[in-house]
């Protein structure tokens, strides 16, 4: 990410908040994330050595508020911000083209990962599809799924056989029977036939 504050600015932006209330460093954490919009959160190892310098300068003093340092700016601290009275308006419009340049930044971020995301997702269904077609079923290791899945496309291909044959039959016949050559025994012979076409398949199946 970009530089938020040029040199020297971020000291006398601390110095700013320091004149509308003291505070203590998580509060001027807190308030330069909320001028940014969330945007721009400093860490405290970028803060507190810069309200050390100030404190040496003598531009802010400290004080212990039970567990938390208070910071307060001083005398000297605001003539320091008065003399700098055009710096300061500068800085205010560098904060926001700042936080416009964050926000362009962030919602940039946020297309790419999403493009990102939605091509990981692409390439992950691509690799799902190619594994499966690369890995017959037959190869996994369930128990019996192999045998199974021989029995379904047997199954399945024998449903076609059949319904193929009886379209192939009802059509012959038909033929037939237009030139009226189906005789009577015609039916008690394909019973019969059926009869032993089915015997038969029953008993390999029972090998």
Do not use: C, W
């Not at 390439?123 to 190869?139: I, L, N, Y």
């Not at 192939?168 to 038909?174: E, F, G, T």
């Amino acid at each position: 990410m970009t530089p938020v504050f040029a040199h020297g600015s971020l000291r006398l932006y601390l110095l700013s908040l320091l004149a509308e209330q003291p505070r203590h460093g998580y509060e001027l954490i807190q308030a330069l994330s909320d001028r940014f919009g969330g945007t721009y959160i400093p860490s405290a190892g970028t803060i507190y050595p810069r309200l050390a310098k100030l404190e040496e300068e003598g531009l802010v003093t400290k004080a212990t508020d039970g567990r938390k340092t208070v910071y307060e700016i001083t005398a000297a601290g605001r003539a320091e911000l008065l003399a700098r009275e055009g710096d300061l308006d500068a800085i205010e419009t560098e904060v926001t083209d700042s936080v416009r340049r964050l926000a362009d930044e962030v919602r940039f971020g946020v297309t790419e990962a999403m493009k990102s995301l939605r091509a990981d997702l692409a390439s992950a269904k691509r690799q799902a599809r190619d594994d499966g077609a690369a890995t017959p079923p037959e190869a996994t290791n369930e128990p019996g799924a192999a045998t199974r899945l021989e029995s379904n496309r047997a199954l399945h291909e024998a449903d076609l056989v059949l319904n193929e044959f009886r379209q192939q039959l009802r059509a012959d016949l038909r033929r037939s029977a237009a030139r009226s050559r189906v005789p009577a025994t015609t039916v008690p012979e394909l019973r019969r036939q059926l009869a032993e076409v089915r015997a038969g398949i029953l008993a390999s199946l029972s090998h």
